[in-house]
């Protein structure tokens, strides 16, 4: 191991840069060229072993038992080297043949502004976490802060959340929203005219949660809102909470959003608008914050913002945007939305900055009772949107806009004069158009290979005619655009000097004012994001010891894979002989993920951790729902250990806690042995009273304490005996693949995070990535489509037999489907078994050093063996000593985490699972020599709490900012800023590179050094 793989010159052409370069700061460290991405060396992995008193590998995970592991290596082809790998992803995205096409139909396509490869490039933005930690996360901050003061520009609206996952989720979470802040109302009205695959997803969420969707029907002459019709359903249900409703809808066509909003007004429910952001520039059309006869503006806004900064990539990673109204009259009802939020904040020293606000509503803090189960979001996606923009200012979002509108007129007048070919509606549009036309769409689009000349609707919405949409950004030239109308003279003919027929635009409709996006070059946005990346720290040089979070390293090679042209230039409408290097992929990743799980079926739309647990508990929902149980099977048992995500995702998909007949139903918690697994004997017992009301279990395995739950067998045996279903939480992972059989273990669903476990870069809290396997009781529910190897060889889309539906507009995430297949590809049969391998044997390595120096947790349980992680805490005379100096012992565990900081790393997870606690996970990214000089940090920070705790009240000490006052922030909530000019950006007062070079006891001296200056100041 840690052996450096060579790399031909061929292969730094096709890659644009060379690997041999890529050295950990002043080590002879090349993580991306080391086997399996693994640093250490055979005598690293030797002399570790010995430490533990082990002679192999294998012996770390002895105390599983053997009929619950792999009795055969799991069926994945040999790794690849480095070459190989290069040249295997160049081949499979040559494999997709992507024709001139005009797709869009709710995911537009436009030019990519230079900005956006460059920012992609930024490791200490592309690789860091979410910014929980807020004095080593100004450049994430910043970034976000950039985008929602973009998107508050655009829109009107003053706190815009640092995205979701995307358009269709957005939807769903508003309007949950809308029910909350209605309290009582159960019933949404959403218009029909919105696009069928966001309908889909909607539906699919709301199936079990008692949220009732009403349905504002199309006038199919008009092809918009049917409004009087509306008007009765608004007028007679008075428990309907909000109203969703296009300002474009899936035809093309201009809703008028004034009378739909002031029909809101009317009515006292919330408007929910969905826009399109770059439709909202300047000459572009009316911000919603306007709209309305008295220009009071919507409630709340919903879109997809991919296009605004990526490919189509086959539609994901998307950009959600959500936003809702935060100013004088309205300050409340942001408390009931989802999602993240960046806010203004000040340091200790009352210094400007940034921080994550309002998280009380999140998962990670609220369980069950959170807004939402969400706990990612789609941050990098955010950031090089924000990037965008900034580079493009009001004058570049003018240019393209004009120019797709300028596309769209242009065909319509050469085309227009032919019969056969009519608008099939006269409302106004702007650069969507849906035409009838005499002859079968599908036929027409398929008689031209090389180019695809729109989307067959036909059918769309009942509605009858030959229906085709056509969608014009700026991707397209004047010869395309020509090439695209002789293809419709070359089928139809017409008098050329007949009169046409276009719908004005009605001023009502427009916007009457610029944004106020300042004009920027692209030098000043490229030195203002490289200066964010250096505020940041990232896992490329040195250990991220985040428990539960996987911080490894994220391959260059995978990035560069996921930007091939092939690859992200797919749109998913393409029919599918157009996408064959994808589909491959798609189907590669998904038997792969079979043979890692020992599960049969596999889920490959998910988009996050979160969203995998919630595509496992729809699935419980189908399965009790179709023998007859659904109402009967109303308890998921969660274990006290679990993240947040498990019991926020069960109450969001209608397992709500509560009491029915004096008894508990939504969730049930189990408690924890004194070795930290799950209590068997109060499961018996539930089992004995409760077994005909268990829809299922979910439980991370191995736990949150890092400890694998040797009973898990029995306890999915106890489940199996009511017809309960077992969800196993995959998060860690890491520690467990390539080597037990999650279908010996009894698992029923299980999610794997790609964004952990399988490399992903976390991009600063997303977007992640999941895939969710499924036994054979499930699989003829699964969601989004699967793909089928043909005997031809090629490939298709199919979709399960009972499917419960759609949790993405459109395929999931794929470019990030594409990274974790490139890094399957480097791993092989072998690199899977050794990667879980030298993780265990890391964090095992580091808890044997470290066991003695500071108490574990759970308490009593220091000879139960951990995998992946573990968690540490101080004793009661620490604490004891620590509040003595003045640091209250409810802050204690936060103020350690600081210190973290001080010597040049991100802080462990602070304060979960255990409130006194601090989980840490190494990963098997690094060297024993970083391992235990990570080890001298925590003895160092050790002494310092012994020696000197007053230290605590002043850390972090050498970060751009000092500890921020987060109480202030939620006080004070501001979401934006005008973007007139860029701001000068904090300064490290020592880089975390330099600390980390530092020996950690001449950090300790600086810390106590830097303390004593404060004080006196």
């Known amino acids: 191991m840690s052996h450096t793989q060579d790399v031909s010159n061929a292969t730094i052409d096709k890659l644009g840069f060379d690997p041999r370069s890529l050295k950990v700061n002043s080590q002879d460290i090349n993580?991306?060229?080391?086997?399996?991405?693994?640093?250490?060396?055979?005598?690293?992995?030797?002399?570790?072993?010995?430490?533990?008193?082990?002679?192999?590998?294998?012996?770390?995970?002895?105390h599983i038992k053997d009929d619950v592991k792999f009795s055969e290596k799991i069926a994945?082809?040999?790794?690849?080297?480095?070459?190989?790998?290069?040249?295997?992803?160049?081949?499979?995205?040559?494999?997709?043949?992507?024709?001139?096409?005009?797709?869009?139909?709710?995911?537009?396509?436009?030019?990519?502004?230079?900005?956006?490869?460059?920012?992609?490039?930024?490791?200490?933005?592309?690789?860091?976490?979410?910014?929980?930690?807020?004095?080593?996360?100004?450049?994430?901050?910043?970034?976000?802060?950039?985008?929602?003061?973009?998107?508050?520009?655009?829109?009107?609206?003053?706190?815009?959340?640092?995205?979701?996952?995307?358009?269709?989720?957005?939807?769903?979470?508003?309007?949950?929203?809308?029910?909350?802040?209605?309290?009582?109302?159960?019933?949404?009205?959403?218009?029909?005219?919105?696009?069928?695959?966001?309908?889909?997803?909607?539906?699919?969420?709301?199936?079990?949660?008692?949220?009732?969707?009403?349905?504002?029907?199309?006038?199919?002459?008009?092809?918009?809102?049917?409004?009087?019709?509306?008007?009765?359903?608004?007028?007679?249900?008075?428990d309907i909470a909000a109203f969703a409703f296009g300002q474009v809808n899936s035809l093309g066509l201009l809703e008028d959003v004034d009378a739909l909003t002031d029909l809101c007004q009317e009515n006292d429910v919330s408007s929910i608008a969905i826009?399109?952001?770059?439709?909202?520039?300047?000459?572009?059309?009316?911000?919603?914050?306007?709209?309305?006869?008295?220009?009071?503006?919507v409630t709340m806004i919903v879109g997809e913002g991919q296009h605004l900064c990526l490919d189509a990539n086959y539609g994901g990673p998307g950009l959600g945007i959500f936003g809702i109204r935060f100013n004088e009259k309205n300050k409340n009802q942001i408390r009931q939305t989802a999602g993240r939020y960046v806010g203004n904040a000040v340091d200790m020293n009352n210094k400007q900055c940034l921080a994550m606000v309002l998280s009380t509503r999140e998962q990670h803090i609220r369980r069950e009772k959170a807004t939402s189960n969400i706990c990612s979001n789609q941050s990098f996606v955010a950031t090089i949107a924000g990037a965008a923009l900034l580079a493009h200012g009001d004058q570049g979002l003018e240019t393209k806009l004009g120019i797709s509108r300028q596309n769209t007129q242009y065909f319509l007048a050469n085309i227009l004069h032919l019969d056969g070919v009519e608008l099939a509606f006269n409302a106004p549009y702007f650069n969507e158009v849906v035409l009838k036309i005499n002859k079968p769409v599908k036929d027409f689009i398929n008689s031209n290979d090389d180019i695809v000349i729109g989307k067959d609707i036909t059918g769309r919405h009942g509605l009858e005619g030959n229906l085709l949409k056509i969608s014009f950004g700026d991707l397209h030239s004047q010869e395309d655009i020509d090439k695209l109308i002789n293809v419709f003279k070359n089928n139809f003919t017409g008098d050329e000097n007949a009169d046409v027929f276009m719908p004005d635009l009605p001023e009502k409709f427009l916007r009457t004012d610029a944004p106020g996006i300042a004009q920027f070059t692209l030098e000043e946005v490229k030195?203002?994001?490289?200066?964010?990346?250096?505020?940041?720290?990232?896992?490329?040089?040195?250990?991220?010891?985040?428990?539960?979070?996987?911080?490894?390293?994220?391959?260059?090679?995978?990035?560069?894979?996921?930007?091939?042209?092939?690859?992200?230039?797919?749109?998913?409408?393409?029919?599918?002989?157009?996408?064959?290097?994808?589909?491959?992929?798609?189907?590669?990743?998904?038997?792969?993920?079979?043979?890692?799980?020992?599960?049969?079926?596999?889920?490959?739309?998910?988009?996050?951790?979160?969203?995998?647990?919630?595509?496992?508990?729809?699935?419980?929902?189908?399965?009790?729902?179709?023998?007859?149980?659904?109402?009967?099977?109303?308890v998921i048992l969660i274990p006290k250990s679990a993240h947040g995500t498990n019991p926020a995702t069960a109450a969001v998909a209608g397992f709500v806690p509560g009491k029915e007949d004096g008894k508990q139903v939504g969730i049930i918690t189990l408690d924890a042995d004194q070795r930290g697994q799950i209590d068997l004997e109060q499961l018996k017992e539930i089992i004995k009273t409760d077994g005909d009301r268990i829809a299922g279990i979910m439980v991370t395995n191995p736990n949150t304490a890092g400890v694998f739950e040797e009973n898990f067998k029995e306890v999915a045996d106890l489940i199996h005996s009511v017809d309960g279903l077992v969800y196993m939480d995959g998060a860690n992972m890491n520690a467990i693949a390539g080597i037990v059989s999650l279908e010996?273990?009894?698992?029923?669903?299980?999610?794997?995070?790609?964004?952990?476990?399988?490399?992903?870069?976390?991009?600063?809290?997303?977007?992640?990535?999941?895939?969710?396997?499924?036994?054979?009781?499930?699989?003829?529910?699964?969601?989004?489509?699967?793909?089928?190897?043909l005997s031809d060889g090629s490939f298709k889309k199919v979709r399960a037999k009972k499917c419960i539906g759609d949790f993405h507009r459109h395929d999931g995430n794929v470019a990030h489907k594409v990274r974790a297949y490139t890094y399957l590809k480097a791993l092989g049969q072998d690199g899977v078994v050794t990667m879980s391998q030298i993780a265990v044997l890391s964090a095992r390595?580091?808890?044997?050093?470290?066991?003695?120096?500071?108490?574990?947790?759970?308490?009593?349980?220091?000879?139960?063996?951990?995998?992946?992680?573990?968690?540490?805490?101080?004793?009661?005379?620490?604490?004891?000593?620590?509040?003595?100096?003045?640091?209250?012992?409810?802050?204690?565990?936060?103020?350690?985490?600081?210190?973290?900081?001080?010597?040049?790393?991100?802080?462990?997870?602070?304060?979960?699972?255990?409130?006194?606690?601090?989980?840490?996970?190494?990963?098997?990214?690094?060297?024993?020599?970083?391992?235990?000089?990570?080890?001298?940090?925590?003895?160092?920070?050790?002494?310092?709490?012994?020696?000197?705790?007053?230290?605590?009240?002043?850390?972090?000490?050498?970060?751009?900012?000092?500890?921020?006052?987060?109480?202030?922030?939620?006080?004070?909530?501001?979401?934006?800023?005008?973007?007139?000019?860029?701001?000068?950006?904090?300064?490290?007062?020592?880089?975390?590179?330099?600390?980390?070079?530092?020996?950690?006891?001449?950090?300790?001296?600086?810390i106590r050094k830097k303390h004593r200056e404060i004080k006196e100041a």
């Not at 996408?579 to 799980?597: M, P, R, S, V, W």
């Not at 006080?971 to 000019?981: G, I, P, Q, R, V």
């Open 744 to 789: 010996k273990l009894g698992v029923d669903a299980c999610h794997n995070n790609l964004h952990k476990t399988w490399t992903i870069p976390h991009g600063g809290g997303g977007p992640g990535d999941a895939i969710v396997a499924v036994s054979d009781k499930l699989v003829d529910y699964i969601p989004g489509t699967q793909v089928e190897k």
């Open 845 to 1006: 390595y580091l808890f044997n050093k470290l066991k003695d120096v500071y108490p574990m947790l759970p308490l009593g349980a220091d000879n139960t063996p951990r995998m992946h992680e573990f968690i540490i805490t101080l004793s009661d005379d620490m604490f004891a000593h620590i509040e003595k100096s003045g640091t209250p012992k409810n802050q204690i565990i936060a103020k350690v985490g600081k210190l973290f900081l001080d010597f040049g790393l991100h802080a462990p997870t602070v304060a979960f699972p255990e409130v006194f606690g601090l989980m840490i996970e190494p990963t098997e990214s690094f060297t024993k020599k970083e391992l235990d000089e990570f080890c001298d940090v925590l003895i160092a920070i050790k002494n310092v709490l012994s020696d000197s705790p007053e230290v605590l009240q002043t850390a972090p000490h050498f970060t751009p900012i000092k500890k921020v006052d987060e109480v202030w922030a939620n006080k004070n909530l501001k979401f934006y800023t005008e973007l007139k000019e860029l701001w000068e950006l904090p300064s490290d007062e020592v880089s975390p590179k330099q600390l980390r070079l530092n020996d950690a006891i001449e950090v300790v001296e600086m």
């Open 31 to 62: 993580r991306e060229l080391a086997k399996n991405y693994i640093s250490a060396s055979d005598n690293d992995i030797e002399s570790m072993l010995k430490e533990l008193g082990l002679n192999s590998l294998d012996e770390l995970f002895s």
């Open 275 to 297: 826009i399109d952001p770059i439709l909202l520039a300047n000459k572009g059309l009316k911000k919603p914050s306007e709209y309305g006869s008295d220009k009071s503006g």
């Open 76 to 238: 994945l082809e040999k790794g690849l080297n480095y070459d190989e790998l290069v040249a295997n992803l160049d081949t499979l995205s040559k494999k997709n043949n992507i024709p001139t096409n005009y797709l869009g139909d709710g995911l537009p396509q436009y030019k990519i502004h230079d900005i956006v490869p460059y920012v992609c490039n930024i490791r200490g933005l592309t690789t860091a976490y979410t910014p929980y930690q807020p004095e080593r996360s100004q450049g994430t901050l910043n970034t976000l802060w950039i985008y929602s003061s973009a998107i508050t520009a655009l829109t009107g609206f003053e706190a815009i959340n640092s995205s979701l996952y995307e358009r269709s989720t957005c939807l769903f979470e508003a309007l949950k929203t809308g029910v909350r802040l209605a309290r009582k109302k159960t019933k949404v009205l959403v218009s029909e005219a919105i696009y069928p695959q966001d309908r889909s997803v909607i539906e699919t969420n709301a199936a079990h949660t008692g949220l009732e969707i009403l349905w504002a029907p199309i006038n199919k002459e008009s092809g918009l809102i049917d409004f009087e019709i509306t008007k009765e359903i608004l007028t007679t249900n008075k």
């Open 527 to 634: 030195a203002f994001y490289d200066k964010c990346g250096e505020l940041n720290v990232s896992p490329d040089d040195a250990i991220y010891p985040l428990g539960s979070c996987t911080m490894k390293y994220n391959p260059y090679v995978n990035d560069w894979a996921a930007g091939l042209k092939g690859f992200t230039m797919a749109h998913p409408d393409l029919d599918d002989k157009y996408t064959q290097g994808t589909l491959e992929l798609l189907y590669n990743i998904q038997e792969d993920f079979k043979a890692i799980t020992g599960l049969p079926g596999v889920v490959t739309q998910a988009v996050a951790g979160a969203q995998g647990e919630l595509v496992g508990i729809k699935m419980f929902q189908a399965y009790h729902a179709d023998k007859g149980n659904a109402q009967t099977k109303n």
